[in-house]
């Protein structure tokens, strides 16, 4: 199988690529030398079985601060982004920013953090935390917003470089719709679906709106745009970082774990932990020169 294997990061040099070169042809791979698509970005054409050629550049790549990817030399170019938001787009949980503002955000992250882990149903401990938020003023959202919400690096590049070469970008989160607006509009999304947060005489109800967008309904945004622009999901491009994001991670042609939980980096195709979101595009086998940037 033609594969192309990218290396992304800090420590991704041309050195590195080359010594990752050495080790997959002393596995039996078939490597041309490496081609540079950036700073801190390298890519090595090769012949032979993926997981070999993952298992032999996670080895050698051990230690040092570099994202690799390994995956099928066509189709690279994905023509569907769907990305989380909160942690992933932007550099926060935004419930558990508005917790902040109510007083209770170690409560409320804690089991934040256990629903990221997959320990809970995504669902339930939406409901639990947005029940705790009952009476807060409607005004900590655009707090919250102001303050506390920003793009991680590499963000708006990704999305704007994947729309002006005709990709289909959407925001897909648990969060509240609130924050996925904005944040889309400043990322250069498309379309964002997220919750519906109830507000009465100016202050949050403690209810979220029905039915819930959660793992399942990510997955079905995923299928659901795929195939509004007549993609095959090899088309695809996922990228998150908690266990609500597994499915569609899963079912996309490239599926990504961005600084993301055990489970989720587990069972990724390929996980970004050093590298910005420009990894992303790296991937894909953009070259620098062709990045959108402000």
Known sequence: MELVATLVGPDATEAAASRVRSALSGAGLAVKGPNALGPEA???PLLGDPETARAVAATELDGLAIDVCVQPAAGRRKRLLVADMDSTIINVECLDELADFAGLKAEISAITERA????LAFE?????RVGMLKG???SALQQAYDQRVRL??????????MAAHGARCALVSGGFTFFTSRVAAAAGFHLDRANTLIEADGALTGAVGEPILGKEAKLAALEQLAAEIEAPLSATLAVGDGANDLAMIQAAGLGVAY???PLVAAQA???VDHADLTALLYFQGYRADEFVVD
């Open 136 to 138: 807060l003023a409607a």
């Open 269 to 271: 195709h390929a996980k």
């Open 116 to 119: 990221m882990r997959g320990e």
């Open 259 to 261: 600084r993301a939980k």
């Open 42 to 44: 390298f890519e090595l």
């Open 152 to 161: 991680n690096p590499g963000a708006r590049t990704m999305v704007r470089t």
């Open 124 to 128: 339930g401990a939406l409901r639990e």
